[in-house]
């Protein structure tokens, strides 16, 4: 079982920066992909960034250019700087694993932490 643990989220003015932290509890990054999803309230989950175990990197569309995702493999820690934030950035931000095993999927989840862009 692999544990994920958030931390970095809270309360910053439209246009400041946050940078999140997700420590996982095993060496997992070489077989996983690493994301950040995000969900607002009255709003599904979406996917924020992912860094895939090969190291190649995606953005949704109104993250690119504002956030980057990196890894440390040596702290077993993805992070997501994100400059620039807006008022539609609030939300939760779930960091998640995933794999695919045998032709079946394989995800962790993080506990979430709340990311919240006002003035």
């Known amino acids: 079982q692999v544990q994920l643990v958030e931390s970095g989220g809270g309360l910053v003015q439209p246009g400041g920066s946050l940078r999140l932290s997700c420590a996982a509890s095993a060496s997992i990054f070489s077989d996983y992909a690493m994301g950040w999803y995000r969900q607002a309230p009255g709003k599904q989950r979406e996917l924020v960034a992912i860094?895939?175990?090969?190291?190649?990197?995606d953005y949704t569309h109104s993250a690119k250019g504002r956030f980057t995702i990196s890894k440390d493999n040596t702290k077993n820690t993805v992070y997501l700087q994100m400059n620039s934030l807006k008022p539609e950035d609030t939300a939760v931000y779930y960091c998640?694993?995933?794999?695919?095993?045998?032709?079946?999927?394989?995800?962790?989840w993080g506990q979430g932490t709340q990311v919240t862009v006002s003035s």
């Open positions: 860094i895939t175990s090969d190291g190649n990197i």
């Open positions: 998640n694993a995933h794999r695919i095993i045998f032709g079946s999927p394989v995800d962790y």
